[in-house]
């Protein structure tokens, strides 16, 4: 399995911009940024395929969140425009084999997560 550590997190007004970083132990062709809120299952939030592949992005983020990720094992989510419903705790994750789903079933490899709190 892959070690992952997020960190970024942190408390922000609604509009705002956060960056989330994740560290890992080795790359895997599919990473993603996964999220959950209170009372909530988790969710897929943004995909990438390799580095500089593909992205893609649920649709409650499209337009405001970036998926990046490095040749040094590095990762980043930018969150622009931040909202109320953005607040979660945010995840990295390496995906399980040569193809990207969003299930997290595909993925056997998870940071312990860092909060992000966005009040209006």
């Known amino acids: 399995q892959v070690q992952l550590v997020e960190s970024g997190g942190g408390s922000v007004q609604a509009g705002e911009s956060l960056r989330l970083s994740c560290a890992y132990s080795?790359?895997?062709?599919?990473m993603a940024w996964f999220r959950q809120a209170p009372g909530k299952e988790r969710e897929w939030v943004a995909i990438?395929?390799?580095?500089?592949?593909?992205t893609y992005y649920t649709d409650s983020v499209k337009g405001r969140f970036t998926i990046s990720r490095y040749l040094n094992d590095t990762m980043a989510l930018q969150m622009n425009s931040l909202l109320p419903e953005d607040t979660a705790v945010y995840y990295c994750?390496?995906?399980?084999?040569?193809?990207?789903?969003?299930?997290?079933?595909?993925?056997?490899?998870w940071g312990r997560g860092t909060q992000v709190t966005v009040s209006s």
């Open positions: 990438i395929e390799g580095v500089g592949g593909r």
């Open positions: 080795s790359s895997r062709y599919c």
């Open positions: 994750a390496a995906g399980r084999g040569a193809q990207c789903y969003t299930s997290d079933t595909q993925f056997d490899s």
